[in-house]
């Protein structure tokens, strides 16, 4: 069966590629979905003089994006990748379709003290750290085996990329480019996600989407909605595929 759409996937802070398996498996047999690993995370090495800004890395994309000759796609953006997302979304990219957001970081900087942000970079590394990373950004029971994937990829984050987003991309404001969005978004959070709360997506993000952009709470779930929810962010993207 021909492919009809194709879904490109970013994945959240120190997480991979892998964090959209879920979401593949349940996706209709004529859709693609691709998920690369963002320079720096999971097996991705970041290219010669790469600098870790937001900009960067919808660079990297939109190069990612040539590469696979992609001429009709819907960018899915989770956490640090909505982030992403929204900054290549403003470019108007030719074949963008559509844009769902799953509790992105916000276009403004994102909101997390300096007592959370010093104790984040010294976690670096830190299996312990991890597990308990895991533990606080989900609420919806996981198998074992994605407890453990989750924790995998924490830990193979390079040093260079985790510091960089949490001193300095993280913080980044691209709320002036939001305007130049114009394509279709959905926005999708976790009822419980304690990382970047619902409250703060209706303060920070939906203001700056396209007039009509929902935002919708997926029911238990925290953070990690491609593992936590996968049919829930499945049946938000109903919508941008052809039927």
């Known amino acids: 069966m021909p492919v009809s759409h194709t879904f490109v996937a970013l994945h959240y802070w120190a997480g991979s590629g892998c964090a959209f398996d ?11 979905l691709l998920a690369p690993d963002l320079p720096g995370f999971g097996t991705q090495s970041a290219p010669p003089d790469f600098d870790y800004s937001v900009a960067a890395y919808a660079d990297w994309v939109a190069a990612y994006i040539q590469r696979n000759s992609l001429t009709s796609y819907t960018l899915l953006g989770h956490s640090m ?53 895991f533990t606080s950004i989900t609420n919806l029971p996981l198998p ?55 409250a703060t997506q209706r303060q920070a993000t939906l203001p700056l989407l ?8 997926v029911p238990g779930a925290g953070h990690l909605l491609p593992l936590e929810a996968p049919l829930a962010v499945v049946a938000a993207l109903g919508w941008a595929w052809p039927s």
Request: aromatic content about 2%; overall charge positive.
């Open 210 to 217: 396209p007039p009509g952009t929902m935002l919708q709470l």
């Open 144 to 198: 074992e085996i994605l407890r453990g994937q989750v924790i995998a990829d924490n830990l193979r984050s390079s040093q260079t990329a985790w510091n960089a987003w949490l001193d300095h991309g993280s913080r980044e404001n691209s709320s002036a480019l939001m305007p130049k969005l114009d394509v279709p978004c959905q926005l999708l959070v976790g009822e419980h996600d304690r990382a970047i709360s619902p």
């Open 22 to 32: 879920r979401l593949r498996a349940a996706l209709p047999a004529h859709t693609q």
């Open 81 to 133: 990748g909505g982030k992403i997302a929204l900054a290549l979304a403003a470019r108007q990219p030719a074949g963008l379709r559509s844009l769902l957001l799953l509790s992105p970081s916000p276009p403004t900087p994102e909101p997390m003290s300096a007592a959370d942000r010093a104790a984040a970079r010294a976690a670096y590394g830190k299996p312990e750290e991890a597990a308990k990373t």
